[in-house]
């Protein structure tokens, strides 16, 4: 008998083992539990266990018996060149990156229009600095709107367009209004920003 049949019947006979030891151990336990059963039913449990052992150690050793599966051969296959023409490497074909232009487009949610030029919302939390109005105020007055922080903030939240004044120095006209400390303000199309009040700059959606 090979290897392998070997090692099968040692499972079988294991199984039986194994069987067999799990009704011995029932019926010694069930003995064991009846008065004056623990006679019998001690002797027929700790055979049980025997058994159990035994067919458990049989299947063991099966298993490290149990031959591996062995990998068929891998064999090259030979590369015939046709007669009179030698074998010419291909160069590696060369991997071009192409570098994609970033787009600095910028999609504008609304303007802020003045007689000589136009400031465009593109952010949910478009800040407005002293710099940004430089070329639409007059130098002389540049001075007046906030440098270090925003002068105002626009905010679209919801569907609807918000300023706020940022506690700028001189404040921020709303329609004349003074909004300074007073939170967000909601916007409309056609709205007077004027800051710090050196300017009247005109409020407009994109879709407006």
């Keep these: 008998m090979g290897e392998r049949g070997t090692t ?20 010694g336990l069930m003995l064991s539990g009846i008065p004056g ?5 001690l002797p027929i449990l700790f055979i049980g266990l025997i058994m159990l052992a035994a067919g458990g150690l049989l299947i063991h050793n099966a298993q490290r018996r149990a ?23 291909s160069a590696p074909s060369p991997t071009r990156v192409v570098a994609q232009p970033v787009s600095t487009t910028r999609v504008a949610l609304a303007y802020l229009e003045a ?31 906030s440098q270090s922080k925003p002068q105002f903030i626009i905010r679209f939240r919801g569907g609807r367009f918000y300023i706020e004044d940022s506690s700028s120095t001189n404040g921020t006209l709303l329609n004349g209004r003074q909004i300074r400390g007073m939170g967000m303000q909601e916007l409309k199309d056609g709205d007077v920003i004027s800051p710090a009040g050196v300017i009247n700059l005109v409020f407009r959606t994109a879709s407006g």
């Design 67 to 89: 031959p591996m599966p062995r990998e068929a051969p891998h064999y090259a296959q030979p590369v015939t060149e046709p007669s009179g023409t030698a074998a010419i490497p």
């Design 115 to 145: 007689p000589n030029g136009r400031l465009i919302v593109s952010s949910t939390d478009q800040p407005f600095y002293r710099s940004d109005f430089a070329g639409i105020v007059p130098a002389g007055l540049l001075d007046t709107i």
């Design 37 to 41: 059963g623990g006679i019998i039913g």
């Design 8 to 27: 099968a019947a040692s499972i079988v006979v294991a199984v039986i083992l194994i069987i067999f030891a799990l009704i011995g151990i029932f019926f």
